[in-house]
C-alpha cells in the first residue's frame, strides 16, 4: 500500500552530472517501500568517479530507524542494514547515464506518522553536481481478521474490549458488513501486533496474509437503500411487522422514504399495505 504525489525536479548544478528524478513526499504503511527513481546523466564522454552521500533525519529521537538503500539496474550498492555510512562510490562511463533508486523501508512495528528525511547529494570529480530531497511517512493498514460465520459482530467486541484494556495495540477502527459473512475489516498499524491482539479472542481465526486497498471495501462503507435490489413486481415475504410470513406483490416503491407498498395475496380485500424495504425479502423478481 502506497500513497504519493508524483513530481518531477531536475536539478541542474555546474558540475558534470545533471541530476533529475522523482523528489515526491510518500506515505507507506509499516513494513512497506518508499521508492524514489533519479538519473544521472554526464554532460561529456569519458570515464568519472561519482559519489552519492546521504544524510538521513528522522522525526523524533525514539523513531524506529527504516531501511534505506541506494540501487542501480542490476547492484545495490549501499544499504543501512550494512551499518556503513551512507555514502557510496562509482564510475560512470559514456553519455549514457546511470539510473539510481532511492529506496526506503518503513520498520513493521512503525506507528502512524513515523517519518523519515532523506538528503541526497551528488559529487563528480570532486564537484558538487546537485541535491535532493526525499521524505516519507507512515499511514494505516487495511487488513482482514478472519471470523467463524455468523460470529463477526462478537469477534469486533472481543478485540475491541483488548484494545480498551491493554493500551495502544495500533488499532483505529473496525468493520463488520452486514453483508460479507466470516470476515472482518481493521484498520491498524502493526501487523504483528494486530495479529498478537487477535489470539485468543474467541471465533477469531486470523489474519489473511497481505494488505487490501481502501479502494476494494468503499462500497461496504456507504450502505445501499433500504430499497436497493426490489422492483415494482416483485414477490416479496414480510419478514417483520404484523404480516410477518405473507407473501405479497410490490405495488410501488418511494426511494427517498425507503418504503414499498405491496398487495397481500392472502388478503380477502387487496389493502394497499406500506412497508420499510428492510422488512421483506424477494422470493421472485418480476419478469
Given at each position: 500500500m502506497n500513497g504519493q504525489e508524483s513530481t518531477i525536479y531536475p536539478q541542474s548544478g555546474n558540475g558534470p552530472i545533471t541530476l533529475s528524478g522523482e523528489s515526491n513526499a510518500q506515505r507507506v504503511t509499516a513494513g512497506s517501500k518508499a521508492v524514489w527513481k533519479l538519473v544521472l546523466k554526464p554532460r561529456q564522454t569519458g570515464k568519472m568517479r561519482v559519489r552519492v552521500l546521504l544524510n538521513i533525519v528522522y522525526?523524533?529521537?525514539d523513531s524506529p530507524e527504516w531501511d534505506i538503500s541506494i540501487n542501480d539496474n542490476s547492484n545495490k550498492l549501499w544499504e543501512s542494514a550494512k551499518l556503513t555510512p551512507p555514502d557510496v562510490e562509482f564510475n560512470i562511463e559514456g553519455l549514457g547515464g546511470k539510473e539510481l533508486r532511492i529506496e526506503a523501508e518503513a520498520p513493521r512495528g512503525?506507528?502512524?506518522d513515523d517519518d523519515v528525511k532523506i538528503n541526497m547529494k551528488v559529487f563528480a570529480e570532486g564537484m558538487e553536481c546537485g541535491n535532493m530531497d526525499f521524505y516519507a511517512n507512515?499511514?494505516?493498514s487495511i487488513l482482514i481478521l478472519k471470523t467463524s460465520i455468523g460470529h463477526e459482530r462478537a469477534v469486533v467486541d472481543g478485540v475491541a474490549g483488548k484494545v480498551k484494556t491493554g493500551g495502544d495495540k495500533g488499532i483505529f477502527a473496525m468493520l463488520a458488513p452486514g453483508?460479507?459473512?466470516?470476515?472482518?475489516?481493521?484498520?491498524a498499524m502493526n501487523t504483528d501486533l494486530v495479529r498478537e491482539t487477535c489470539r485468543g479472542v474467541r471465533k477469531a481465526k486470523?489474519?489473511?496474509e497481505g494488505e487490501t486497498q481502501l479502494s476494494e471495501i468503499e462500497h461496504f462503507l456507504t450502505p445501499k437503500p433500504l430499497v436497493s435490489g426490489i422492483s415494482v413486481g416483485d414477490v416479496v415475504e414480510l419478514v417483520a411487522g404484523p404480516f410477518k410470513g405473507e407473501k405479497a406483490r410490490v405495488q410501488?416503491?418511494?426511494?427517498?422514504?425507503?418504503e414499498i407498498t405491496v398487495e397481500l395475496f392472502e388478503a380477502t380485500v387487496p389493502i394497499p399495505v406500506t412497508v420499510r424495504g428492510d422488512s421483506v425479502r424477494v422470493l421472485e423478481k418480476e419478469r
Open positions: 522525526g523524533s529521537e512503525a506507528r502512524l507512515t499511514m494505516q453483508k460479507l459473512e466470516g470476515y472482518v475489516f481493521m484498520e486470523g489474519l489473511v410501488k416503491i418511494d426511494e427517498s422514504k425507503e
